[in-house]
């Protein structure tokens, strides 16, 4: 069972900044995609970044421009550079690959 525990939220001001971080208790094979979601109360949870084994990369227009995400070398960690951040990023995010989600942390930008 492959455990992803994800690190970085917090309390930002609009305009700043904030890197989030998923590790993952083990390795992948094959082809996959590593992913980060959010959530906000009374809505879906809502795909964000997405970098597959190769280092291919997608975004929500939402985010385009200001996200980055990128994984380690050893593959088994991703994370998400957020900046110029706004109120409405707020929101619970996880991340996530094949069927295995992190337990999500909150971010929270607000001045």
């Known amino acids: 069972q492959v455990q992803l525990v994800e690190s970085g939220g917090g309390l930002v001001q609009p305009g700043g900044s904030l890197r989030l971080s998923c590790a993952a208790s083990?390795?992948?094979?094959?082809?996959?995609?590593m992913n980060w979601y959010r959530q906000t109360p009374g809505n879906q949870r809502e795909l964000v970044a997405t970098?597959?084994?190769?280092?291919?990369?997608d975004y929500a227009d939402s985010v385009k421009g200001r996200f980055i995400i990128s994984i380690n070398n050893a593959r088994n960690a991703w994370y998400l550079q957020m900046n110029s951040l706004k109120p409405e990023d707020t929101a619970v995010y996880y991340c996530?690959?094949?069927?295995?989600w992190g337990q999500g942390t909150l971010v929270t930008v607000s001045s």
């Open positions: 970098i597959t084994h190769v280092g291919n990369t």
């Open positions: 996530n690959v094949f069927n295995f």
């Open positions: 083990g390795s992948f094979t094959g082809i996959y995609a």
